[in-house]
């Protein structure tokens, strides 16, 4: 499935926006529709992230405008409290995080989502780059629809243009509501994104791991006090099989989450596991580069320690883990 590279794309990436150069910073986006209070906190928020940003060189900004689709709210913090001088060896460990086979040079997903970007830019021209559309935007994260349906005059004389993308049977519709050429993702298909992630899976051909969608998480350690701390385990909700409650109308899943903590000495000192219940409403798929924060609290005496995560979704028994050192 990956079978992209980013060369060309590289060639062209000084033409990408800072996110500082973006109309609308992303998290304004799931929330638009909201109060004026809410709107005016998210406002001050996006302005204080756009402050810390605009002081970055040029080349740390680029990054965080070119992975805004894939970088959790932890990473990013942690980009942005990275000295200069150690942010190359912080985008070298996110990509390499992301590769689904360290052992081979090249990295499959870095090189499949930079060549998404590019043919997202060569798609959709809606007067900024493509890949900054709704449609870029959804292209990049599901990838090339199964089937696309364009209809430029809309379904009748009265209706605005409308395009139909086909994921296995589930249609995502854009509209183009002030006939501008900006097409924007219609609400009543967000419903549709996780089922079209369990579609994909149940359809893909027997031996063939989906690498493009690898159920995945960040992990990282926070110190909260003396010998305490804890783990936060961040899970995209995009590459997160779920299925739909229809008394409750939320997507849901249960992930088992098994932490396993050691000593500098390798001795095992914590061996837990236990079932963490995941529901996502439709508001909250509408931001496909949303995650759900998972937290997990100890409490250690002073020293060094490696932590094992494993996290194994009920929906489609996918499994994903992690390792992290860290000192009390």
């Known amino acids: 499935m990956l079978l992209g ?49 605009r002081t970055m060189p040029s080349e740390d900004k680029q990054f965080l405008s070119e ?16 000295p200069p001088e150690e942010r190359a060896k912080f985008i070298e460990e ?43 935007r959804v292209h990049i994260l599901l990838g090339a629809p199964e089937r696309r349906d364009v209809y430029p005059s809309g379904y009748t004389f009265y209706s605005p243009p409308v395009e139909i993308w086909y994921y296995s049977q589930f249609p995502v519709i854009f509209v183009d509501s002030l006939r501008e050429g900006i097409y924007k993702l219609d609400p009543m298909s967000v419903r549709n994104l996780s089922m079209i992630n369990v579609a994909q899976m149940r359809l893909k051909p027997k031996g063939i791991e989906p690498v493009a969608r690898l159920f995945a998480f960040t992990l990282s350690c926070q110190k909260t006090g003396p010998g305490e701390g804890k783990l936060l385990i961040e899970v995209p909700y995009r590459v997160t099989l779920m299925t739909l409650n229809e008394a409750t109308k939320t997507y849901e899943t249960k992930l088992k989450l ?71």
């Open 5 to 53: 590279s980013k060369k060309n794309y590289m060639k062209n990436k000084n033409s990408l926006p800072s996110p500082a150069d973006t109309a609308l910073c992303p998290v304004m986006k799931s929330f638009f529709q909201g109060s004026t209070i809410l709107l005016l906190l998210v406002l001050a928020s996006c302005s204080a992230k756009g402050k810390a940003v």
């Open 67 to 82: 992975v805004r689709y894939l970088i959790t709210r932890q990473e990013s913090k942690q980009f942005r409290n990275t």
């Open 94 to 136: 996110f990509w390499k995080a992301r590769d689904p086979d360290p052992s081979s040079e090249e990295n499959e997903f870095r090189d499949e989502y930079y060549r998404r970007i590019d043919e997202a830019n060569h798609l959709f021209h809606e007067g900024s780059a493509g890949w900054l559309t709704d449609r870029g």
């Open 258 to 328: 098994s932490v396993r903590i050691s000593d500098a000495a390798g001795k095992i000192i914590l061996d837990k596991e236990e079932l963490r219940p995941l529901a996502v409403s439709d508001s909250m798929l509408v931001d496909l580069g949303k995650n759900a924060l998972l937290e997990y609290g100890f409490r250690l005496p002073a020293g060094s320690y490696s932590a094992l995560v494993v996290l194994e979704n009920s929906a489609d028994q996918s499994q994903a883990r992690k390792e992290i050192k860290f000192k009390l």
